[in-house]
């Protein structure tokens, strides 16, 4: 299997702030990879799809970058909506797809 | 809109059985492979398992593997999880997800039901 390794696990910003996390694939997953956004109570929502895609109507705040092994999503400016738990997603292999442990975005 | 709504969710006794449905409406649900993906309470997203548009294709998790079955019903816009033997990690809120192919990423996704295995 695929391990995806996402850090940090905790992020503490302020709006406005420029936030990086990270995503690593421990092989190559050519650019399938994906981030997410969740808020409890919610419908997880996709926002980056092929390392670098940004779904339709997502923020232009949120960036993707990445091939390989090594992945990033930056958000440019934190607005208060922003302040969720983000997760990667490598869909390189279907058998099976994994996900990143997760990264809680608070405010500090 | 395009919407996907879980239910069947509770509580359940280890070694027992539980159907999940998840309901689709404001796209054409023939036309994409679904997934169900869960999350245990403090913990990280698990891909569960994966059914290709037609109902031909099925793969598991490991951990779920033998115990679980993904199907649909086009005809009825919905799917499903059977869930039997399960145990206590299986406690989690369980997604369905849909995504354009089997090699995509999840672009609608469901709110969620929670399914809690005690005794």
């Known amino acids: 299997d695929i391990q995806m390794t996402q850090s940090p696990a905790t992020l503490s910003a302020s709006v406005g702030d420029r936030v990086t996390i990270t995503c690593r694939a421990s092989q190559s997953i050519s650019r399938w990879l994906a981030w997410y956004q969740l808020k409890p109570g919610k419908a997880p929502k996709l926002l980056i799809y092929e390392a670098s895609s940004l779904e339709s109507g997502v923020p232009s705040r949120f960036s993707g970058s990445g091939s390989g092994t090594e992945f990033t999503l930056t958000i440019s400016s934190l607005q208060p909506d922003d302040f969720a738990t983000y997760h990667c997603h490598q869909y390189n292999s279907y058998s099976p797809y994994t996900f990143g442990q997760g990264t809680k975005l608070e405010i500090k | 809109q395009v919407q996907l709504v879980e239910s069947g969710g509770g509580v359940v006794q280890p070694g027992r059985s539980l159907r999940l449905s998840c309901a689709a409406s404001g796209f054409t649900f023939s036309s994409y492979a679904m997934h169900w993906v869960r999350q245990a309470p403090g913990k990280g997203l698990e891909w569960v398992a994966v059914i290709s548009y037609d109902g031909n294709t099925k793969y598991y998790a490991d951990s779920v593997k033998g115990r679980f079955t993904i199907s649909r019903d086009n005809s009825r816009d919905t799917l499903y999880l059977q869930m039997n033997s399960l145990r206590a990690e299986d406690t989690a809120v369980y997604y369905c997800?849909?995504?354009?192919?089997?090699?995509?990423?999840?672009?609608?996704w469901g709110q969620g039901t929670m399914v809690t295995v005690s005794s």
């Open positions: 997800a849909r995504s354009p192919k089997l090699h995509n990423a999840f672009d609608i």
